[in-house]
C-alpha cells in the first residue's frame, strides 16, 4: 500500500525517543514500516521472524513515544494497523551529551546502523551474480580521502542529503527497471596512523 506524501516526514530524536528507539527489534520494524509501508503486528511478526506478542509489545514502546501511530483507516475487526510516524530519523550525537543513558542509547543506535551496513554488504557480495550487468556496475560502494574542517564537512552532507531527497522524490517507480536501494551516507576521520 502506498502512503501518498509530498514531502518525508522527518523528526528529530529527543532523549525519550532515543532510550526506546535503542532496540534490535525497535529498530527493525521503525525501518520495515518506512520500507514496507503500514502493517500488523502478525505481519510484521513473520517479515522478522519473531512472535506476534513481542512485536505487538514494541509497537506500543514506539508509538508511546511518536515514532510509529495505529492506522484505523486500514483496520477491520480486531486487527490493529500500524505506520511508521517519519519517513527520516535525524539526530547529531551532540544532542545527546548532556544525557548518559541517551547517549549510550545512540552510540549503539550507531553501532546497530554499522552492523546493518556490514550485513547488507555480504548479502549484497554473496548475490550481486544474480542481477544484471547494469545493476552490478550501478551498485556497490567506493571512498575518497579529503582534508576539511568540520563546517566544510557540515556543508557537504548537507549538500549530499539534499541530493538523495532531490533524486528520491524525482524518481520513477514504476520504471520496468526500477529496484528499491539503500544508500548509506557515512564520513570518518582518517586516523593517525594513515595521516
Not at 512472535?51 to 475487526?77: C, F, I, K, M, W
Not at 550487468?133 to 557540515?154: C, H, K, Q
Request: zero cysteines; hydrophobic letters at 45%; charged letters at 30%.
Amino acid at each position: 500500500m502506498s502512503d501518498e506524501r509530498a514531502e518525508p516526514r522527518a523528526v528529530r530524536l529527543n532523549h525519550q525517543q532515543v532510550r526506546v528507539l535503542a532496540h534490535p527489534l525497535r529498530m527493525r520494524l521503525v525501518g520495515a514500516l518506512r520500507v514496507k509501508g503500514p502493517a500488523t503486528a502478525t505481519t510484521l511478526a513473520e517479515l522478522l521472524h519473531t512472535n506476534t506478542g513481542a512485536t505487538s509489545y514494541h509497537l506500543r514502546q514506539l508509538a508511546e513515544v511518536g515514532l510509529v501511530v495505529e492506522a484505523p483507516d486500514l483496520a477491520s475487526g480486531r486487527q490493529r494497523w500500524w505506520r511508521a510516524a517519519h519517513d527520516v530519523t535525524n539526530w547529531e550525537s551532540t544532542d545527546f551529551d548532556d544525557d548518559p543513558d541517551a547517549r549510550a542509547a545512540i552510540e549503539w543506535i550507531q553501532g546497530d546502523q554499522v552492523r546493518h551496513l556490514v550485513e547488507h554488504a555480504e548479502r549484497w557480495f554473496a548475490r550481486q551474480h544474480e542481477w544484471s550487468v547494469a545493476w552490478r556496475d550501478a551498485l556497490g560502494m567506493g571512498d575518497i580521502f579529503m582534508t576539511m574542517s568540520p563546517a566544510r564537512l557540515e556543508q557537504l552532507k548537507t549538500e549530499m542529503w539534499e541530493l538523495l531527497e532531490r533524486h528520491r522524490e524525482e524518481s520513477d517507480a514504476d520504471a520496468p527497471d526500477a529496484e528499491q536501494v539503500q544508500v548509506f551516507v557515512a564520513a570518518y576521520p582518517l586516523f593517525e596512523e594513515m595521516r
